[in-house]
Nanobody, 122 residues
Framework: QVQLVESGGGLVQAGDSLRLSCTAS????????MGWFRQVLGKGREFLAA???????RYADSLKGRFTISGDNAKNTVYLQMNSLTPEDTAVYYC????????????????WGQGTQVTVSS
């Protein structure tokens, strides 16, 4: 089994930056890709970014370069650097992992963290 634990969420002001972290434990050898999604109450999970062990990454076009994903294979940790935050970025942010290549689709990820709240005030 794989466990994912996110950290780094919180309350920030519009224009601020925030870095989220996600560390995997357990059978980490099965993980090939880790990614980030977010969810607003009443809506589905929105893909943000993903990165593979070979550093292949994918981003949602809607981010317009504001978010950057990076990973540390030795620490089984992935980061999401978020810049120029706006109130529209307010959501619960989830870390996810898969044994496959980076995907835009939540259903392709078999492992999920509990989520961390990010709130951006105007």
């Amino acid at each position: 089994q794989v466990q994912l634990v996110e950290s780094g969420g919180g309350l920030v002001q519009a224009g601020d930056s925030l870095r989220l972290s996600c560390t995997a434990s357990g059978r980490t050898s099965v993980i090939y890709t880790m990614g980030w999604f977010r969810q607003v109450l009443g809506k589905g999970r929105e893909f943000l970014a993903a990165i593979s062990r070979t550093k292949t990454n994918r981003y949602a076009d809607s981010l317009k370069g504001r978010f950057t994903i990076s990973g540390d294979n030795a620490k089984n940790t992935v980061y999401l650097q978020m810049n120029s935050l706006t109130p529209e970025d307010t959501a619960v942010y989830y870390c996810a992992a898969t044994t496959a290549a980076p995907s835009f689709y939540a259903e392709d990820y078999g492992y999920w963290g509990q989520g961390t709240q990010v709130t951006v005030s105007s």
